[in-house]
């Protein structure tokens, strides 16, 4: 019996523990961390009974293996140890460790651990050699002694030990040669004396668990997994695996940081219907003619329509009810409205008319006195169509499909020209390059600084518009007979051609939107707007509630649950979510939605066209 004692395994548990109640032996645990079966003893007792009362037990043991641990469920032991350590379990972590066998990390950065959150440095120089005996390169030492003298200089100086941290500086910070940069701006907070000023001169946040928590995770950067697990692993990797699948989803219209927190893990992420801009919560009428463009102001506070009927209203859109009401109409326009821009600042409004002899100049507007600013008109004959601002707001590109091409001011001066380029469509992107799409079914960028310009994208179809992502890398191209194309500008490749809407040669404008612009939206010659995911072929929505062609909708750049479109049908329709804009999805599931219908692919099943 003597040679069966200290190896139990307690059945009631289910947890190996050693004779006299410690852990297995430093033999066994290593064993278990390479993932080998150790053999442990069992053992039953049986009662026997006697005559005089007493019982006597009989114990018999029974040789089991334990359970070997694949290299993957030791990882995920290591992980799940680190996180519950992070969470202040420290009990069921030692539990964990001893059940399993597998060690969190190696002693040797164990202790290093201890050592730096106990402030102990001198033990914790000694630890560091040890750990680095398992970095590769041989000035990562260096750089990871620095760190810590650097910590230990910060603490002596918030401790007001001048003379240690002198003494550090002098005799261990300066003689390493590395980070002199650093090494001078750590001298001069020996002039500091408050806290928070030492904290601020060092970008430090000061003595104290944070501060030494971080330095381990600096230091983690110089080290192997299998010797020290990054910080918070576990964390990243569910925030991966929730990132990938928000990536897959195609109804997402949350934004990341405000689902973070209220989402579960017990169920794969899918978005319902109640967070996508599909109930027409609001359909104005005010115009009288056709309307033929809209466009929300960069901050998402005014919502500019243009009209067949010569007008221009401007609407108050609120934010947190998500209802708009009509601020003023700019009335003096002699022909149609058929495009607006917005400067960045959104001060002002930029206004064109129809390709027709009578629409020759362009209009900036001041939104707040509702005033035209100044008016620009090019040469004799010219067809002002469209327009844009750079990124500034102090200059404005305009053309139309006469043959010239113009840069003006504020004050409707002109500036530049190119000749014999007859635009459909314009676009100023960030770095100072125009675009514009021509009746060559091309668009060509145009640097009016030195007058030069390049083919950057060739299509077989007329052009009827297009509009650039925020960033300037994509360009929505609305193609006549040939529905939508997604182009990456810098990389001049076609990325997707987007299926299911109708349109001829008439002028219809889509847009990017919702959160991080990852759909896109048009009007159609089928009356109804259509939604696609980006990166989806076939729409995911289609919005009915026009009786007549719609030409433009555009999404609220500040709100992603609210989408405004403009029909022939003399109406401006506004698409929000069936909840509130604060709340969070849920695992509800949407219900009928008269405003929409599913789309062919399936992607809105649960939808209903009522």
Request: aromatic content about 8%.
């Amino acid at each position: 019996m003597d040679d069966l004692k200290g190896d139990v395994l307690d059945q009631g548990s289910s947890s190996i523990v050693g004779g006299g109640g410690g852990g297995l032996t430093a033999k066994q645990k290593a064993s278990f961390a390479r993932g080998d079966g150790v053999g442990v003893h069992d053992r039953e007792e049986v009662s026997n009974g006697s005559s005089n009362g007493h019982s006597t037990t009989a114990v018999r043991h029974k040789k089991v293996e334990a359970r070997v641990y694949s290299p993957f469920d030791q990882e995920v032991i290591r992980l799940a140890a680190q996180h519950l350590q992070s969470l202040g379990l420290s009990k069921t972590v030692e539990t964990l460790i001893a059940e399993s066998g597998c060690q969190m990390e190696q002693q040797s950065a164990a202790k290093f651990r201890e050592n730096v959150m106990r402030g102990s440095w001198d033990e914790a120089e000694k630890s560091l050699k040890e750990l680095a005996t398992h970095t590769n390169v041989p000035n990562e030492l260096k750089k990871m002694q620095f760190l810590l003298r650097e910590q230990r200089y910060l603490e002596y100086l918030q401790d007001g030990k001048t003379l240690e941290a002198l003494t550090v500086l002098r005799q261990e910070l300066t003689p390493l040669d590395y980070g002199s940069s650093r090494v001078h701006q750590l001298s001069r907070c020996l002039m500091i004396s408050g806290k928070k000023e030492l904290c601020q001169m060092a970008k430090w946040t000061g003595k104290g668990a944070e501060s030494r928590q971080l330095l381990i995770d600096k230091m983690q950067a110089f080290l192997p997994p299998s010797v020290m697990l990054p910080p918070r692993r576990m964390r990243t990797l569910l925030d991966q695996a929730m990132e990938s699948q928000i990536h897959r989803c195609p109804l997402h219209n949350v934004p990341s940081a405000a689902l973070r927190d209220n989402v579960s893990l017990l169920v794969d992420h899918t978005c319902g219907n109640d967070f996508f801009p599909t109930e027409n919560s609001q359909t104005l009428s005010d115009h009288t003619d056709e309307v033929w463009f809209c466009r929300f102001s960069p901050d998402g506070k005014k919502l500019a329509t243009g009209s067949k009927d010569y007008s221009i209203i401007i609407w108050d859109v609120d934010l947190d009810t998500r209802e708009i009401k009509m601020d003023k109409s700019l009335e003096s326009h002699p022909y149609g409205v058929q495009y607006l821009a917005w400067s960045p600042d959104g001060k002002y409004l930029a206004s064109c008319g129809p390709p027709d002899e009578t629409a020759d100049e362009v209009w900036i507007w001041d939104v707040e006195m509702g005033e035209v600013k100044s008016k620009f008109s090019g040469s004799d004959g010219d067809c002002l169509t469209t327009c844009a601002w750079d990124k500034d707001g102090k200059q404005l590109v305009t053309g139309g499909i006469r043959g010239q091409f113009y840069l003006c001011d504020l004050d409707g001066q002109r500036l530049s020209e190119f000749e014999g380029v007859r635009v459909q469509c314009l676009a100023f992107l960030g770095d100072g390059r125009v675009l514009a799409a021509d009746t060559h079914h091309r668009i060509k960028s145009y640097d009016f600084s030195d007058l030069t310009d390049g083919s950057l994208i060739q299509e077989t179809y007329p052009i009827m518009s297009f509009t650039c992502d925020r960033a300037g890398r994509y360009a929505l191209i609305n193609m006549a007979s040939q529905g939508i194309h997604l182009w990456d500008i810098e990389d001049k490749v076609l990325v997707r051609k987007f299926q299911g809407l109708e349109q001829g040669y008439y002028t219809i404008h889509s847009c990017f939107g919702g959160v991080d612009e990852k759909f896109i939206a048009s009007g159609s010659e089928d009356y109804k707007v259509h939604i696609w995911s980006i990166n989806q072929e076939k729409p995911v929505f289609r919005l009915v509630g026009h009786t007549k062609t719609v030409n433009c909708v555009h999404w609220n750049p500040a709100c992603p649950g609210m989408l405004a479109s403009v029909s022939d049908d003399c109406t401006v329709k506004i698409w929000t979510t069936k909840d509130s804009p604060d709340e969070l999805p849920s695992s509800r599931r949407s219900s009928c939605h008269p405003q929409w219908e599913p789309s062919s692919n399936g992607s809105s099943s649960n939808g209903y066209h009522c």
